[in-house]
T-cell receptor, first 112, second 113 residues
Framework: QKEVEQDPGPLSVPEGAIVSLNCTYSNSAFQYFMWYRQYSRKGPELLMYTYSSGNKEDGRFTAQVDKSSKYISLFIRDSQPSDSATYLCAPAGSGGYQKVTFGTGTKLQVIP | GAGVSQSPSNKVTEKGKDVELRCDPISGHTALYWYRQRLGQGLEFLIYFQGNSAPDKSGLPSDRFSAERTGESVSTLTIQRTQQEDSAVYLC???????????FGSGTRLTVV
């Protein structure tokens, strides 16, 4: 079993839709949860960074972590064509060096 | 610099040749990471540097792969006797906190022919 599981998609939605992207993980030591966005032929860029369970909102983006079920979500409201990219969930442990473990990414296409 | 810089951006090499990939991290970032991303695949961890030491090199796939870092500056990933399966995008990232948000470079696209 992979440490981080993520549906690869592709996920196609119309412009303006609410998008839900999800990951599950198996390592209970994960304490930090990040989402990265990767445009084609570019390196990933940090989108959201949260610690432990709960919600975090930043503009149209909301990250949600449920540590009891080991489930991570990213919601995008009022999706735009510019949101078309691959989204990678990336949990990490705490205490000294704990490398980030990346999901394989979900490819999102927002259709105008 | 303002971001993580990688060079070259593209490299085509013949099977069996050695290649060197370079990464210039953000100034002041003590942690540096190398990842590999094959076409349509996720990120595969290769090696982590804290300063110029590499406490985690567990992801290097074979002894043909090596990396070094000068102080808290430039890092070089070397692949010896390249094979076709080495074809991928090699991404470098740096961070100031561990764990923390990584800043990635745009990668080096390596093609072994």
């Amino acid at each position: 079993q992979k440490e981080v599981e993520q549906d690869p998609g592709p996920l196609s939605v119309p412009e303006g839709a609410i998008v839900s992207l999800n990951c599950t993980y198996s390592n209970s030591a994960f304490q930090y949860f990040m989402w990265y966005r990767q445009y084609s032929r570019k390196g990933p860029e940090l989108l959201m960074y949260t610690y432990s369970s709960g919600n975090k909102e930043d503009g149209r983006f909301t990250a949600q972590v449920d540590k009891s079920s080991k489930y991570i979500s990213l919601f995008i409201r009022d999706s735009q064509p510019s949101d078309s990219a691959t989204y990678l969930c990336a949990p990490a442990g705490s205490g000294g060096y704990q490398k980030v473990t990346f999901g394989t990414g979900t490819k999102l296409q927002v259709i105008p | 610099g303002a971001g993580v810089s990688q060079s070259p951006s593209n490299k085509v090499t013949e099977k069996g040749k050695d290649v060197e990939l370079r990464c210039d991290p953000i100034s002041g970032h003590t942690a540096l990471y190398w990842y590999r991303q094959r076409l349509g695949q996720g990120l595969e961890f290769l090696i982590y540097f804290q300063g110029n030491s590499a406490p985690d090199k567990s992801g290097l796939p074979s002894d043909r792969f090596s990396a070094e870092r000068t102080g808290e500056s430039v890092s070089t990933l070397t692949i010896q006797r390249t094979q076709q399966e080495d074809s991928a995008v090699y991404l470098c990232a740096s961070s100031s906190t561990v764990p923390g948000g990584y800043t990635f470079g745009s990668g080096t696209r390596l093609t072994v022919v």
